[in-house]
Structures are given as structure tokens and as C-alpha cells.
């Protein structure tokens, strides 16, 4: 059977439909309700403790604290904290120098946090800034974050782990200003613990604080016009970092000039400016330690700096250990091995105002055997992983640093704790559909990507959170095909793409016809006789020449399948819903007629599911009942088919009554949905209505 979370899926969409999610409308974290607590704590005089996220040993989670210090640890709110005098969320606006960081290895969340602080806008949205410990205070906070496809409002107590009175994770310089620390305790809860926070890339942390648009360039491999990139990004309202290589140890060990391994930065800023006649290109980074800075050429102590303008020199040097320094742009690149960029609007790209890109986002899944087919070197599953049609439009630039799509991939977290989530190697592929085949509706089958390479594709499949890519695609249509590298992997995931210009988009998971079910769509009934079958039914039937379910049963089992079924026959449950199904004359009992329509599409079914089970176990594999259905003539969405199996299938495989149960009952929602499309084109109604 799929991993459950297909009719979570479902919900989780109707309820965005109904503007959940978005940033006026956040979803409530874990079902909690800060306006609603908030008001049950004041009422009753309470001070807030959430048993979702208590305070306690398993909330800061194994691997980051001794056995010894974990019994040492104190969970205080800031006003019980020592040299707290007068606790304050946030005291003279907040800024990257307002924190430094602790024993936990989240510089990654701190590097992103501090780019953060450049953009009010964006901070206000993750910060509610009206949060105070004095009116209505009851030891009650909430944050938020952007969580794969939506926003997400999580509420936590103020108690916070310390050790001899001092918080042992983010600590603000100023000891009563604790925007940080419960902001990290927010996000602690988010990722499952504190320890759940150690060690990550800054891009997840970006992603999660604006939604946005986020692209990692590899420094190993910068594209020509990096410099314009970052000059572009640092002028726009773009959040950046970057990291060090890590050393041979997991250690952060600290090297001469200055720099830590395998550490995040921030990115605060860059600057062109004349040095002895030349143009110097420059970038400003901020430690999140707080302290430790580059000690090369344009560091805080560097005689360069007397070679400049009084009027650049005052503006860019600081000199003062606040983990913040200037580094030449050419050793930025020597010295750091990426570089992560997320904005709302991707205008860095091409440097134009107002922005002219557009976002489309769908939300997919791979079911192992359903929709999980690997990447193309499975040529005949391939074609079954979520497809998504694009079609561009608008102008095409000849410029081939003008990119106009942006196509990202992330996978979603399948276990509460981040740090015990599966992550695949994910990647995705995108084709141009030829004029001819831009009529096909429906999934393209295994024969359109044998023949066809991808004219756009992510570098590698990567085990991460997200692959992204940034291409030049002329206006035409496209098919975007994500997919783990393996077969059989499920997971669902989050597709993004950003355009510029026209575009529409839309997801064809509607099964398609593969050449396995060709030679079946024909498949008719046996051709017995219908008087043998009605001389059959009355020497069965009552004195009314009707059958009820339990002789439905005994007929099916011991009579018309006898010998086909392999796991007990009918139940009296199926052979119930059968006769409602079929019992048109409403009488609680199949007549005549009705059985012998029962018997006939029993048997073209049993033929169907005989026919399409090509491993011979007496069960269909989730891949034989995708083709069962074309045969039937049945076109089911992946999600559908999702649903199908969870309901009528066992362990991934359905047996012959099960199939022949799901699709008798297809046939009848068939017919009814029929009946009512017929009603409404008349503007009729029932009779008796």
C-alpha cells in the first residue's frame, strides 16, 4: 500500500484553496492557535507551556549536550534569567550585530537570519513585531515561516534552555533583547528539536523566511556574469550567504587568514570603488559567531584602505570584532565554494524594474509503482513520474545570459524530525512538445521520451532539499518532468516555476494510453449465451426470480469465478454494494436483467485483470492496475489512483475481487456523473425533485 498522506494532500490543497497558507492567512502550526491561547491564558491568569514543544530534554534532542550538562540545564523565561532586568522582544529595531551564536551548529539558520535583517518587509512578516512581555503578556510567542508551499504560524512558550543562568543556543548582545533566541526556539520546533538544527545549508533557511526565489551558483563552475549577478542581487531586495569549504574534520577549525571551515556567511553587501586608478570589486560578509574575520587584503586592518576615497573609506570601514569584514570578490570565489541567492522577484536576473516574472507552483508526489518511475535511465517507467505542461510566451531574447525560466524541484520531509527525514536524489527533465503532439491530452507515453532528449535539465540528481535550475527556453511548449533518479521511491514534492512573461501551466496527470494496454482496449466480454445465462439466473433466483447479496455471493463463488479467486471470494460487504450498484430497480435484490449486466462485466473484467497481470501472482501489481484501467477504458488522475489502491488494495497489489469491487463501482459514479451532465445541458431535473 502508498505511504498514507494522499488524502492529506487533498485536504491540505482544498484548504489553500480557501486562502489558507498564504501570509495573511497562515496555516496554525501543529493545530495551535496563538489568538486562542493567548485568550484562555490571560482569562485564567495562566503563563503559557507548550505541550507540543515542552520544555525539556527531548526538545533539545541527543547528539549537542553531554549527558552531564543535560542534567544541568535550566528551562527559564527571560524575566527569571539572570541580569535580565527588563525583557523586550526587540530594542532599537533589529540587526545582524543584535546576536551571536552558541553551542548549537546552526550557523547556517543564523547566517540566513542575519541576511534577513536587511529586509524589513520580509522581517515583519516572520517577526510579528507587536508581540511585547508587557501587555497581555502569559509567556506566549509566534513566528513564521514559509514551509513547501505555504506559511505557517508556530507558537511557542518564552522558556529557554540555559546553563548557570546563561542561554546556551543564540544569545542577543544585549541580555534583554530576545527576538533571536525565541525566534531559533520557533524554528527548533519546526525542524523537531535544537538538535535537529545542527548542521544545514543556508538555503533552506532563505527559503524558509521569504518564500521566495531562491538560486545556488557553484564557484567551482560561476557563470560569466557572476559579478553583475551579485551586484545585481546586492542592490535588489535579495537575501545572500555563502559557505567555506569544509576541512578534513567536521571541526570548525579557524585558518590563518582568518576564515572558518565549513561555515556559513552572510553576504551584507558589495561595492565597486577606484583603488590607485583601477576599479576593485568588493564583498562584505558577516560572521554569525559574531567575531573571527578575514585578515587579507581590505580586511578591517588592511593599509588598502588608505589607497581609497575619504568618502569610500567612510562609507564601507568599520573597524570594530563584530564578525563583519570586506574581502577582495576575487578571493570571495577562491574561498567560498557557493553562493545562495532568494528574493521575492528573480529582477537580479536580468536587472529590469518593474519585475517582470511570474510564479507557478504545483504540488506532486511519486508513489512507488504509481507515479515513481526514475529518471530516463528507466526508458519504460520513465513516463509515469508527474508531468507538467508549460506553454511560453512573449519575446525571446538572443542574448544567451537573458534566461527567462527558472524550474525548482523540492522534495518534502516524510518524518517530523528533520534530521531523521529521507532525503532521494531528485532531479528533473524538461522536453519541447513538437507541434504535431501539442494536441495530446493525457500523460505522453514511454514512446514519446524514447525518442526525444530533454532540451533543458537539472545538472545532477542531488540529495537534497532542492535542485533548481536557470535556463533559456524559446516561447513553444514544453513538457517538465520531475523524478527521483531511482524507480519506486515516494515522496511528495513541491515544483516551482518562474517565468518571465507569459505563460500557462497545468499538470497532466491524467493517465495516458502506454503501449502495454493498446492490445486491450478491445478486450470484450465472453460471449455466452445471455438465454444460458438467464436460464442460469432462474434455476438460482427466488420464487420472484430475484437474488438477494448472499445469494449474489454463493453464485460469484462457487459458481461463475470458481477457481479464479484466490483470496476467499466476495465478501458479503461487496456482494451488498454490488447489488446497490446494479439495482436499479430499487428493490434491494438483482432481477433478470440486472444480473446478467452484473455477470457479463464481471467476466470482461476478470478477463481485463487476467490479461494485464503479466507477473502470474493472481494480483496486480500498482503498475498492472495502471494498465487494467486504460484496458478498461478508465482515465484516473495519479492522485486518484493513489486513493484507489489505499481503499480496495494490500501491500501495493490488488487482488481480482478487489478490482473487479472498485471498477464495478467506477462504472456506476460513470453513469451517474453522466445522468447529471444530461440533466443540466436540458435544464432538467429528477423526477420527484
Same mark, same amino acid.
Given at each position: 500500500m502508498p505511504p498514507p498522506g494522499v488524502c492529506l494532500n487533498i485536504l491540505e490543497a482544498r484548504s489553500k484553496q480557501n486562502g489558507h497558507g498564504g501570509s495573511k492567512n497562515p496555516e496554525k502550526f501543529l493545530q495551535q492557535d496563538y489568538e486562542q491561547l493567548k485568550q484562555y491564558c490571560n482569562i485564567r491568569g495562566l503563563r503559557y507551556i507548550d505541550e507540543r514543544f515542552p520544555p525539556d530534554r527531548n526538545s533539545i534532542g541527543a547528539g549537542i549536550l553531554s549527558p552531564s550538562d543535560l542534567d544541568r540545564v535550566v528551562w527559564l523565561r527571560p524575566a527569571k534569567i539572570p541580569n535580565v532586568a527588563n525583557p523586550c522582544l526587540i530594542i532599537d529595531g533589529i540587526s545582524r550585530f543584535d546576536f551571536g551564536q552558541g553551542i548549537l551548529g546552526d550557523c547556517w539558520f543564523l547566517a540566513s537570519l542575519g541576511s534577513l535583517t536587511f529586509q524589513s518587509d520580509i522581517l515583519k512578516q516572520v517577526v510579528p513585531v507587536e508581540q511585547t512581555f508587557q501587555e497581555s503578556y502569559c509567556g506566549l510567542f509566534h513566528f513564521r515561516f514559509w514551509r513547501f508551499g505555504g506559511w505557517v504560524d508556530v507558537v511557542i512558550d518564552d522558556k529557554l534552555p540555559t546553563i548557570n543562568g546563561r542561554l546556551i543556543f543564540v544569545h542577543s548582545k544585549d541580555p534583554n533583547e530576545f527576538w533571536p533566541a525565541l525566534l531559533e526556539k520557533a524554528y527548533a520546533k519546526v525542524c523537531g528539536s535544537y538538535a535537529d538544527m545542527n548542521a544545514g545549508s543556508p538555503a533552506e533557511a532563505l527559503m524558509d523566511f521569504t518564500g521566495g526565489v531562491h538560486v545556488t551558483v557553484q564557484l567551482s563552475d560561476p557563470p560569466q556574469n557572476l559579478w553583475e549577478l551579485i551586484f545585481r542581487a546586492g542592490q535588489s531586495k535579495s537575501l545572500m550567504s555563502s559557505g567555506t569549504l569544509q576541512g578534513e574534520t567536521p571541526a570548525n577549525t579557524v585558518l590563518l587568514n582568518g576564515l572558518v571551515e565549513g561555515h556559513a556567511y552572510t553576504i551584507t553587501g558589495v561595492k565597486e570603488m577606484l583603488h590607485q586608478g583601477k576599479v576593485v570589486r568588493l564583498v562584505r560578509l558577516w560572521n554569525p559567531w559574531g567575531k573571527g574575520e578575514w585578515k587579507g587584503d581590505w580586511s578591517d586592518g588592511s593599509p588598502l584602505w588608505r589607497t581609497v576615497s575619504a568618502e569610500d573609506r567612510k562609507l564601507c570601514l568599520s573597524v570594530a570584532e563584530d564578525g563583519e569584514f570586506w574581502m577582495p570578490f576575487k578571493d570571495f570565489c577562491s574561498f567560498f565554494t557557493d553562493l545562495d541567492i532568494c528574493c521575492l522577484c528573480p529582477s537580479f536576473l536580468d536587472g529590469e524594474q518593474p519585475c517582470k516574472w511570474r510564479t507557478s507552483m504545483f504540488e506532486g508526489r511519486w508513489v512507488s509503482g504509481v507515479t515513481a518511475g526514475g529518471c530516463m535511465n528507466y526508458k519504460d517507467t520513465f513516463w509515469i513520474n508527474p508531468q507538467f505542461r508549460l506553454k511560453l510566451h512573449g519575446d525571446f531574447s538572443e542574448n544567451a545570459n537573458d534566461k527567462n525560466i527558472f524550474v525548482s524541484v523540492t522534495q518534502k520531509p516524510d518524518k517530523r524530525r528533520r534530521q531523521k527525514c529521507r532525503k532521494f536524489h531528485i532531479g528533473f527533465s524538461v522536453f519541447e512538445i513538437p507541434e504535431e503532439d501539442e494536441a495530446h491530452r493525457g500523460k505522453f507515453p514511454a514512446a514519446f521520451f524514447k525518442s526525444r532528449t530533454p532540451v533543458a535539465q537539472s545538472k545532477k540528481f542531488l540529495d537534497a532539499r532542492e535542485v533548481m535550475e536557470v535556463f533559456r527556453l524559446k516561447p513553444a511548449e514544453y513538457l517538465i518532468v520531475p523524478s527521483t533518479f531511482g524507480p519506486n521511491e515516494t515522496a511528495s514534492f513541491l515544483l516551482t516555476i518562474v517565468y518571465k512573461g507569459e505563460a500557462h501551466g497545468y499538470e497532466t496527470s491524467t493517465l495516458g494510453q502506454p503501449e502495454a494496454a493498446e492490445d486491450m482496449t478491445e478486450i470484450k466480454a465472453n460471449t455466452e449465451d445471455d438465454e444460458r445465462k438467464?436460464?442460469?439466473?432462474?434455476?438460482?433466483?427466488?420464487?420472484?426470480?430475484?437474488?438477494?447479496?448472499?445469494?449474489?455471493?454463493?453464485?460469484?463463488?462457487?459458481? =461463475?469465478?470458481?477457481?479464479?479467486?484466490?483470496?476467499?471470494?466476495?465478501?458479503?460487504? %461487496?456482494?451488498? !454494494?454490488?447489488?446497490?450498484?446494479? #439495482?436499479?430497480? =430499487?428493490?434491494?435484490?438483482?432481477?433478470?436483467?440486472?444480473?446478467? %449486466?452484473?455477470?457479463?462485466?464481471? =467476466?470482461?473484467?476478470?478477463?481485463?485483470?487476467?490479461?494485464?497481470?503479466?507477473?502470474?501472482?493472481?494480483?496486480? !501489481?500498482? !503498475?498492472?492496475?495502471?494498465? %487494467?484501467?486504460? %484496458?478498461?477504458?478508465?482515465?484516473?488522475? #495519479?492522485?486518484?489512483?493513489?486513493l484507489m489502491v489505499v481503499r480496495y488494495g494490500s501491500a501495493g497489489h490488488m487482488s481480482l475481487e478487489s478490482f473487479i469491487s472498485l471498477i464495478l463501482r467506477l462504472d456506476c459514479m460513470h453513469m451517474d456523473l453522466s445522468f447529471h451532465v444530461h440533466l443540466r445541458k436540458r435544464g432538467g431535473k429528477k423526477d420527484g425533485n
Open positions: 438467464t436460464s442460469f439466473f432462474r434455476q438460482h433466483s427466488d420464487q420472484y426470480e430475484e437474488v438477494n447479496a448472499e445469494q449474489l455471493q454463493r453464485l460469484l463463488n462457487d459458481q =461463475i469465478l470458481k477457481g479464479d479467486l484466490k483470496s476467499g471470494g466476495f465478501s458479503i460487504d %461487496a456482494c451488498c !454494494s454490488m447489488v446497490a450498484l446494479m #439495482d436499479n430497480s =430499487i428493490t434491494g435484490k438483482l432481477n433478470s436483467e440486472e444480473f446478467v %449486466a452484473l455477470w457479463k462485466n464481471v =467476466i470482461k473484467y476478470r478477463d481485463i485483470f487476467y490479461l494485464t497481470d503479466v507477473s502470474q501472482t493472481g494480483t496486480l !501489481s500498482l !503498475s498492472e492496475l495502471r494498465n %487494467a484501467f486504460n %484496458a478498461s477504458g478508465k482515465r484516473l488522475s #495519479d492522485d486518484m489512483l493513489s
